[in-house]
């Protein structure tokens, strides 16, 4: 069996994404009055929209700190947040939804969720999303590694140079696979499952395109960075 080893480069590789990764939580008063204050539909609805756009300006951050995104063409790097921003921050929110919370508070959370305005059909594959992801017990590295590698997917929509994004995403994937053979040894296939679950985000990307459409039909407003990313109004 080959030793599997994380170079030093490797190693200073993830320092650099974990350190990003982890420098942008959500800020403790908004995750704070999500979990308290009786809040109505609408109030709950705001409150996403301003965590979801905060969500938006930390992904930028991160992404400018992913070694090699910013010698990317320009247009590829712009073309690469919008396609990917909508899974990175339900992959974020996966991992703060799975985060130990003190128990009662993901119950809360989740009701905060369910009771702002968001269509029923699409809670069930984003909570069961949120489980599938809780279940993993990922580490700060993987997840911060997995986020990356959802940035970096060369085949989004208008990227032209899906090569130089390729060579980056599997600089990613290799360290990740080295990370899951060293931290799960018991379990061969925890790599391939993490990858499986980059499979279900994607499915929730359609389900937010679905979202946005009845939002807008019942009037909902988003800021202007959240149109921008997600290409509405
Ligand atoms: C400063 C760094 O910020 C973070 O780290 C961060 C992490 C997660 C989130 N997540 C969310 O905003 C969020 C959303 C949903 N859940 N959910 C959530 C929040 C906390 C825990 C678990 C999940 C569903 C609907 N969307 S939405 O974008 O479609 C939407 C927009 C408007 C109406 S609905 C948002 C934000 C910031």
Same mark, same amino acid.
């Not at 911060?144 to 997917?153: H, N």
């Not at 993490?194 to 499979?199: A, D, I, Q, V, Y």
């Not at 985000?201 to 359609?206: A, I, M, S, V």
């Given at each position: 069996k080959e030793k599997v080893e994380i170079t030093k480069e490797q190693q200073a590789l993830m320092r650099v994404i974990v350190e990003a990764y982890n420098r942008h939580q959500i800020p403790q008063d908004v995750a704070k009055k999500l979990l308290q204050e009786q809040y109505s539909a609408e109030e709950n609805f705001l409150l996403l929209t301003e965590m979801a756009t905060s969500q938006v300006q930390v992904l930028v951050e991160f992404t400018k700190n992913i070694p090699g995104f &910013?010698?990317?063409d320009h247009e590829d790097q712009i073309a690469l947040l919008k396609g990917s921003a909508v899974e990175a921050m339900f992959l974020r929110s996966a991992q703060v939804f799975s985060r130990k919370m003190p128990n009662g508070h993901i119950e809360v959370l989740e009701e905060r969720i369910r009771k702002s305005g968001i269509s029923e059909e699409f809670m069930t594959p984003m909570f069961n999303f949120y489980r599938s992801i809780g279940e993993l017990h990922m580490v700060q590295e993987e997840q %911060? &590694?997995?986020? %990356?590698?959802?940035?970096?997917?060369?085949d989004r929509p208008y990227v032209k140079d899906q090569q130089a994004v390729e060579r980056l995403q599997e600089q990613m994937l290799d360290v990740l696979r080295k990370l899951c053979t060293l931290q799960h040894p018991q379990e061969p296939q925890y790599f391939a499952r993490? &990858?499986?679950? &980059?499979?279900?985000?994607?499915?929730?990307? @359609?389900? @937010? %395109?679905?979202?946005l459409t009845s939002w807008r039909m019942n009037d909902h407003k988003f800021t202007p960075l959240l149109c921008e990313i997600w290409d509405v109004q």
């Open positions: &910013l010698s990317l %911060a &590694l997995l986020t %990356a590698i959802t940035i970096l997917t060369p993490l &990858l499986g679950r &980059l499979t279900e985000l994607r499915t929730l990307n @359609h389900y @937010h %395109a679905e979202m």
